[in-house]
């Protein structure tokens, strides 16, 4: 297994540039093209725009940890923040009536529909993406 740790500032300026980094890092045959090019980085992107806006509130003082291990069945990426947390299963669903319209919320449900599993620390504050070998 290979693993790869990224520190990334609390602006949402540097997302661009940390996906990148990490997507070519994960071009070891593992995903299929699509998947690495259109999956891993858009749910990375929403992993880390929510770290970095709703974890750390934008505080350029902290840092939001990536850690991505590639294993021979999947990739894992470790989206981490210093926030206090959140209880993912209060988040609104982004698709009924009364939420449809609003111009936020939907990062988790985007996560959800582009890997194969989605997984949260007790705390809230560490997001655990796993894209399955394919």
């Known amino acids: 297994m290979v693993e790869l740790s990224l520190d990334v500032p609390s602006d949402l300026a540097y997302v661009g540039q940390a996906v990148e ?3 070519c ?3 070891t045959g593992i995903l299929s093209p699509r998947r690495l090019q259109f999956n891993l ?3 990375l992107a929403e992993a880390l725009a929510n770290a970095i806006r709703y974890g750390n509130g934008l505080d350029p003082a902290k840092l939001v940890r990536v850690r991505v291990e590639v294993a021979s069945d999947a990739v894992r990426l470790h ?3 210093e926030g206090r947390g959140f209880d993912p299963q209060a ?3 982004p698709t009924t009536p009364d939420n449809v319209m609003r111009e936020d919320g939907r990062g988790l449900f ?3 529909h582009l890997v194969d599993q989605v ?3 007790d705390r809230g504050n560490v997001v655990c993406l796993t894209l399955r070998a394919g």
């Open 21 to 23: 980094l990490i997507a």
């Open 110 to 112: 985007v996560m959800r």
């Open 119 to 121: 997984t949260f620390n």
């Open 25 to 27: 890092q994960c071009e």
């Open 41 to 43: 980085r858009v749910a």
């Open 79 to 81: 989206v981490a923040d």
């Open 91 to 93: 988040t609104p669903d």
